[in-house]
């Protein structure tokens, strides 16, 4: 309760969400003693992956004996999960005790709530000089809150698409843009390059780029993975090729997330990561909410022996990336669907092809979404299109079949909620 009533003061601190300036969250900063400039980074942006990629690294620097700390937003099912410090979330006590102390050096100035969280994490992160930091931009990079770093290990950028153009001037709505403002203000240090939805994207980035010297590495240019069809896959760089077991993540993007955190590790030549630390931590790699199975629980129950997943891919490039995971399986797909009003639905759903069933629910607790009925009026060109009010009337209503599968998508907000009914 203790912290309910913290993020509650803290949300009414600005009257907007987001407010894109850097003034805000360097005046606090400085107020702490500038934390951000003593800890070492690795900085992630991108609009699909992120997590992912943050997971796979934080799971391969464990294998090595690093202490990490990671900052992601949004979180799914508690506040908590944004704070990560020595390989452990902060429980209720010790993340109030954090934020009443920020929250008195703000001393009530107008700072947005994802910029009040952002000083708390690196005044948190200044207590572990020698940790590894692990942090995931928000909405776009350039005017981003944790875009105050001075220095870093590497820059990490994941795929770019579409998302958030509501944050945007009608005329500049575009990828070229998105890229810009994620990838023009990158530090000097290392940049990886994670594959990308398209060669013309990844000619942008290298042209946004092209200034900064860093020391710059390419998917498929400097490092690459194949598939074997004997349980193993292959990545090779410069350093060299391995041998490396499937990870225990489902979908095949996720080895390019991997691939892309392995190759920003190696090439950090003081890690001395070696093969082992690789082979080992991305059988362990934890992820929520990114095809993630639910295997018991209330849900559960109701899906009975079919299999049950939930993700939460929310734009096109997401979906695009979902549907790539479904075609490779053999069985009916049955897709329920929730989504936040400001989303491309109809070409989210465009991307999801021969799925059997598509049923739309209420996102609940969430007064930004699109109301379930309404989601099923904007898609009904779709076949065999219901609307349920929420998660259980959906899971009961659907006509499944012996291995068919349930896949509950569209939102990290409803993935959140489903996870924290079941």
């Not at 799971?59 to 700390?69: H, P, V």
């Not at 429980?91 to 009443?100: I, P, Q, T, V």
């Not at 698409?161 to 709505?173: A, I, R, S, T, V």
Request: with cysteine; glycine share 4%.
């Amino acid at each position: 309760m203790k912290l309910q009533k913290i993020v509650s003061r803290l949300q009414e601190l600005h009257p907007k969400e987001i407010d894109l300036s850097l003034d805000r969250v360097l005046n606090l900063c400085k107020k702490l003693n500038n934390p951000q400039d003593k800890i070492k980074a690795i900085s992630v942006v991108g609009t699909n992956g992120k997590y992912s990629t943050i997971q796979a690294m934080f799971a391969i620097l464990k294998e090595a004996k690093f202490n990490c700390n990671i900052y992601t937003s949004p979180h799914i099912r508690k506040i908590n999960e944004r704070f990560v410090f020595n390989n452990k979330e902060l429980n209720d006590d010790e993340l109030s005790e954090l934020l009443e102390i920020v929250e008195k050096a703000n001393n009530n100035e107008p700072i947005t709530f994802f910029e009040i969280l952002t000083a708390a994490y690196f005044y948190k992160a200044a207590d572990y000089p020698e940790n590894i930091n692990l942090i995931e931009t928000g909405l776009f990079h350039r005017f981003d809150a944790t875009n105050i770093l001075n220095q870093n290990l590497a820059s990490v950028v994941t795929s770019i698409g579409l998302d958030h153009l509501d944050w945007l001037p009608k005329n500049e709505q575009t990828v070229e843009k998105i890229i810009f403002e994620k990838t023009s203000k990158l530090l000097n240090s290392n940049i990886v390059v994670a594959k990308q939805s398209s060669n013309e994207i990844t000619e942008h980035i290298k042209k946004t780029i092209k200034d900064n010297k860093s020391k710059k590495l390419f998917f498929n240019q400097d490092y690459s993975y194949s598939e074997s069809e004997n349980n193993f896959f292959y990545y090779e760089d410069e350093l060299g090729g391995i041998k490396l077991p499937n990870p225990n993540l489902n979908g095949q993007f996720q080895l390019e997330n991997i691939s892309t955190a392995i190759a920003t590790l190696r090439n950090i030549k003081e890690l001395g990561i070696k093969d082992e630390h690789i082979k080992i931590g991305i059988t362990n790699i934890q992820s929520i909410a990114r095809l993630q199975e639910i295997t018991e629980g209330k849900l559960k129950d109701l899906a009975k022996e079919n299999r049950l997943l939930v993700d939460g891919s929310h734009n096109p490039l997401g979906a695009k990336v979902l549907n790539n995971y479904l075609e490779s399986l053999d069985c009916d797909k049955h897709v329920i669907l929730g989504m936040m009003a400001n989303k491309d639905h109809q070409e989210f759903i465009s991307y999801l092809k021969g799925i059997t069933t598509l049923t739309t629910i209420d996102i609940p607790n969430q007064p930004n979404s699109i109301g379930g009925e309404e989601l099923k009026n904007k898609l009904n060109s779709v076949e065999n299109i219901q609307y349920k009010q929420n998660i259980f009337e959906a899971i009961k209503s659907i006509p499944v079949k012996k291995n068919d599968l349930i896949l509950i998508t569209g939102s990290l907000y409803l993935a959140g909620e489903v996870l924290n009914l079941n």
